[in-house]
């Protein structure tokens, strides 16, 4: 029987977990590890993903890509912030969809994030002993409608039907609910490597009502690495005198140094950093908390503004929060501790690990969907108000944000002008009041109206945001009572045509990936049988006949000749029969070795 999986699909990590019994449960590899580092590379035998991935950061940077999920549902234009982290070359597919340069590749977010989704499938399904093809993903909760879209697409693509979208402060709350018995008022803290969350909740007798949610989906702890890495950059600057801005793999090196060294720097008062640049120079520094603290403080009082205005908007005050919980790697930096006490006046928890914790709420979320858990029900919102453009370029919000999903509005179309045949529709997502300030969702175009004088038509369009917080449109005309043609435009994301074909050029690329490898391995095996032949054939010239000579000779050019082609296939032929001419001159040799080895020696001597 398949099994419905959890997947945190994070920034620098993935996790998969599963419902063991009434027990969430993390699944590690045979090694152990739980954590599957997000990172994906490239190289001639095909695609690598997570740790073996990570190393190659800094041996092959332009062939590895890492932080993908900062990518997820943008366009270009969105991503001038993200730009800077990464060292692979981003272009454009075509407008609002970005596009990955890694070695000969040219992939979108939703198929990068694919790979590592089918590397977590696979060990689950390595793991469960079964086939996995449905999946609660999480996102962050302040992921708008492209963000979210992109990631289903990531689903298919990867062969999983993905259910259920949940935000990861939501499912963070249901595994402490379900594993704390935490009920009341809750105030998740997710601070993680690329976004900042915070979600109010009210958990009561296994209802678990998001109240509000708000966040920053360009801040985490990769900021404060960068922060660190401009610095030690600009000491590099004074101390050496060299730019090392646009060497690769130098900024690289600094950037994981760095973010080693903040990480140590949570346990540790001081820790020392020490880079190996290029031609013998090291820089060597050592790093307190502190100091660290201080240069990245602002970064982290960022996330107080979004916490206030959660609060605000779920009608409470501080005095009604009953417990905070941290969520996200960066939260285990001290400065996080002290920063959220101070503001929420208690001691925030962090007893589930907060690597695991979201994947586990999705494993929970999993379960409820597949019918196992009946007493937990979650209601999650939209965190960003949905609305259209009326005249003069300003929005006109239908759905407000924090609204409880699934959620629905309606609007009636009229024309303008004596038989018009046809309006168009521009909806939006976000919180100001001008359009162009906002992300353009979808346009649409209501077509083939009947030709009536201006006013007349009445046109009822149902917009709906499902339980995953995406955006579905439909129309009807309300005079005839027929359902409307509707041709919705996403304006960012990709199509279900696109999604299909890159699902169709995943196998096509697992194909030539496989070739290439086959391909390389019977190269290789072809470099090592001919090395052995031809040196075993100088050693045993004497001991055959010339005719098995010019045989053996004539199927090594034709070895030599098939590893020049790309035919896997051939190569494995030519070897075989190789092989097979061998075997009597491999029997003289040995024959004569045991001669020359039993030479001289006494009956006595012998074994
Ligand atoms: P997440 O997206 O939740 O996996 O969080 C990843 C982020 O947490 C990265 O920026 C890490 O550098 C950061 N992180 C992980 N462990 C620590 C730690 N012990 N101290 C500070 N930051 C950490």
């Known amino acids: 029987m398949s099994k419905i999986v959890g997947i945190d699909l994070g920034t620098t990590n993935s996790l998969v977990a599963y419902m063991d019994g009434k027990e969430p449960k993390v699944?590690?590899?045979?090694?152990?590890?739980?954590?599957?580092?997000?990172?994906?590379?490239?190289?001639?035998?095909?695609?690598?993903?997570?740790?073996?991935?990570?190393?190659?950061?800094?041996?092959?940077?332009?062939?590895?890509?890492?932080?993908?999920?900062?990518?997820?549902?943008?366009?270009?234009?969105?991503?001038?912030?993200?730009?800077?982290?990464?060292?692979?070359?981003?272009?454009?597919?075509?407008?609002?969809?970005?596009?990955?340069?890694?070695?000969?590749?040219?992939?979108?977010?939703?198929?990068?994030?694919?790979?590592?989704?089918?590397?977590?499938?696979?060990?689950?399904?390595?793991?469960?002993?079964?086939?996995?093809?449905?999946?609660?993903?999480?996102?962050?909760?302040?992921?708008?409608?492209?963000?979210?879209?992109?990631?289903?697409?990531?689903?298919?693509?990867?062969?999983?039907?993905?259910?259920?979208?949940?935000?990861?402060?939501?499912?963070a709350c249901l595994a402490y609910g379900l594993q704390k018995k935490k009920q009341g008022v809750i105030a998740v803290y997710d601070l993680g490597g690329g976004t900042f969350d915070i979600s109010i909740l009210k958990v009561k007798e296994g209802i678990f009502e998001v109240l509000a949610t708000n966040g920053n989906t360009h801040l985490g702890g990769d900021d404060l690495d960068q922060r660190l890495m401009e610095l030690v950059l600009q000491e590099i600057r004074v101390e050496f005198g060299q730019d090392l801005q646009r060497d690769v793999e130098a900024v690289q090196q600094i950037r994981l140094g760095m973010e080693k060294a903040k990480r140590q720097l949570s346990t540790e008062e001081v820790t020392e950093v020490v880079i190996p640049l290029k031609q013998g120079v090291v820089y060597r520094r050592s790093l307190k908390r502190g100091e660290l603290e201080s240069r990245v403080r602002d970064l982290i009082d960022l996330t107080i503004g979004p916490c206030r205005q959660a609060l605000e908007d779920a009608h409470l005050s501080l005095k009604d929060v009953d417990e905070v919980v941290l969520v996200g790697g960066a939260t285990r930096m001290p400065l996080v501790h002290r920063l959220v006490q101070e503001f929420f006046q208690k001691a925030p928890h962090s007893e589930l690990n907060p690597d695991e914790v979201v994947a586990l709420g999705a494993a929970v979320q999993a379960d409820i969907l597949a019918g196992g858990i009946q007493n937990m029900l979650l209601l999650d919102v939209t965190p960003l108000s949905l609305g259209i453009e009326t005249m003069g370029g300003v929005m006109s919000v239908l759905i407000p944000r924090n609204?409880?999903?699934?959620?629905?509005?309606?609007?009636?179309?009229?024309?303008?002008?004596?038989?018009?045949?046809?309006?168009?529709?521009?909806?939006?997502?976000?919180?100001?009041?001008?359009?162009?300030?906002?992300?353009?969702?979808?346009?649409?175009?209501?077509?083939?109206?009947?030709?009536?004088?201006?006013?007349?038509?009445?046109?009822?369009?149902?917009?709906?945001?499902?339980?995953?917080?995406?955006?579905?449109?439909?129309?009807?005309?309300?005079?005839?009572?027929?359902?409307?043609?509707?041709?919705?435009?996403?304006?960012?994301?990709?199509?279900?045509?696109?999604?299909?074909?890159?699902?169709?050029?995943?196998?096509?690329?697992?194909?030539?990936?496989?070739?290439?490898?086959?391909?390389?391995?019977?190269?290789?095996?072809?470099?090592?049988?001919?090395?052995?032949?031809?040196?075993?054939?100088?050693?045993?010239?004497?001991?055959?006949?010339?005719?098995?000579?010019?045989?053996?000779?004539?199927?090594?050019?034709?070895?030599?000749?098939?590893?020049?082609?790309?035919d896997h296939r051939l190569i494995r032929e030519r070897i075989e029969q190789l092989d097979k001419i061998t075997v009597h001159l491999a029997e003289c040799l040995m024959d004569s070795t045991l001669q020359s080895g039993l030479k001289d020696k006494k009956l006595s001597e012998l074994p």
């Open 403 to 566: 609204s409880t999903i699934p959620t629905n509005a309606k609007e009636l179309f009229t024309t303008f002008v004596d038989g018009q045949r046809s309006v168009d529709v521009h909806v939006y997502q976000g919180e100001r009041e001008l359009v162009q300030d906002n992300r353009s969702l979808a346009r649409f175009q209501l077509k083939d109206l009947d030709p009536l004088p201006a006013g007349l038509p009445r046109i009822e369009v149902h917009f709906t945001i499902d339980a995953n917080g995406i955006l579905h449109v439909s129309a009807k005309d309300l005079r005839s009572g027929r359902d409307q043609t509707i041709e919705v435009k996403p304006s960012y994301g990709l199509s279900d045509d696109e999604v299909a074909r890159m699902i169709e050029e995943s196998f096509k690329f697992a194909k030539s990936d496989m070739e290439a490898r086959l391909l390389i391995e019977a190269r290789n095996e072809a470099a090592t049988i001919l090395r052995h032949t031809e040196r075993a054939l100088k050693q045993g010239e004497p001991l055959i006949a010339l005719d098995e000579r010019d045989r053996i000779r004539d199927r090594i050019t034709a070895l030599k000749k098939a590893t020049e082609g790309d």
């Open 27 to 171: 699944i590690a590899d045979r090694e152990g590890r739980t954590l599957v580092p997000s990172v994906i590379s490239v190289d001639e035998q095909g695609w690598i993903v997570g740790a073996r991935a990570q190393r190659r950061l800094m041996t092959h940077p332009q062939s590895t890509v890492y932080s993908v999920k900062r990518l997820m549902g943008k366009g270009l234009a969105d991503a001038q912030e993200e730009r800077k982290y990464f060292p692979v070359s981003l272009t454009e597919k075509q407008p609002g969809i970005i596009q990955v340069e890694l070695g000969p590749y040219r992939l979108t977010p939703p198929e990068l994030s694919a790979l590592i989704l089918k590397e977590v499938k696979h060990r689950a399904e390595e793991f469960l002993e079964t086939t996995v093809t449905q999946a609660v993903i999480t996102v962050p909760a302040y992921f708008n409608d492209s963000q979210r879209q992109a990631t289903k697409d990531a689903g298919r693509i990867a062969g999983l039907d993905v259910l259920r979208i949940v935000n990861e402060p939501t499912a």
